[in-house]
């Protein structure tokens, strides 16, 4: 059984901070919820009463957890790089190649892309064609709509949730297991269930409603 998500212990001075953060409040919500994350979890609070308290879903509470072990309380500051969304690379092609070739139903693979221009240009569509994989565009501005983000909460909810996996190898092997495990149980009850608590939670975070068109501001 994976360990629950611990901090390690903090020092007098990291105390301190935290407890002047806390207290005192900042002008920053990211510093003063990711102190309040460290504070609770320091205390002996489960991954799941975090969550709760601080309105936070349950991966984010176990990343910051993990990042305050790495960095200490520059973690309390992310440095989040924006960019432009990704496009098909070259290996990625490579991989779907290879995923079509080796399927032993051959049936097509479906990939489901952000509508961006480029992702439907004509070479892309030719080399979709010719490899049998089918592109499965999100509606422009609702990217939250996608099938796919579903699938998220159900590896939360098996594979990540209040786990401490000591390094990326056995992080991979878990999720491993789990997909060979989802594929026989896809279906199952458990599975169907996190898919739909995930579409809750996305549709909540957004606002929106399926089937309904987003109101527009007055």
């Known amino acids: 059984m ?3 998500v611990r901090p390690r212990r903090l020092t007098d001075e990291e105390g301190r901070r935290l407890v002047r953060i806390v207290r005192r409040g ?21 991954v799941p009463a975090i969550a709760r308290l601080v309105a936070a879903d349950e991966h984010t509470v176990q990343a910051v957890i993990h990042r305050f072990n790495e960095i200490g ?5 992310p440095h989040w790089a ?25 049936a097509p693979v479906h990939v489901i892309c952000d509508n961006l221009s480029v ?7 030719r080399w979709a064609a010719r490899n ?32 401490n996996h000591p390094n990326h190898t056995v992080l991979a092997r878990h999720l491993q297991a789990y997909l060979r495990w989802r594929n026989t ?21 957004r606002h929106q409603r399926w089937g309904r068109p987003r109101p527009h501001a007055a």
């Open 2 to 4: 994976a360990q629950p």
């Open 26 to 46: 900042t002008r920053s919500s990211v510093r003063f919820h990711r102190a309040l994350i460290i504070m609770a979890s320091a205390s002996g609070n489960t």
């Open 73 to 77: 309380l520059d973690c309390l500051d």
């Open 82 to 106: 924006g960019s432009r969304p990704r496009r098909i690379s070259p290996k990625d092609e490579a991989f779907l190649v290879q995923t079509t070739q080796t399927r032993p139903d051959n």
């Open 119 to 125: 992702n439907t240009t004509p070479k892309i569509r």
């Open 132 to 163: 049998d994989v089918h592109l499965c565009l999100t509606p422009t501005d609702a990217s939250w709509a996608n099938p796919i983000e579903a699938q998220f909460g159900p590896v939360r909810s098996f594979v990540m949730n209040n786990a």
């Open 185 to 205: 149980h896809a279906r199952g009850p458990s599975v169907l269930a996190a898919q739909r608590r995930e579409r809750a939670r996305i549709r909540s975070e």
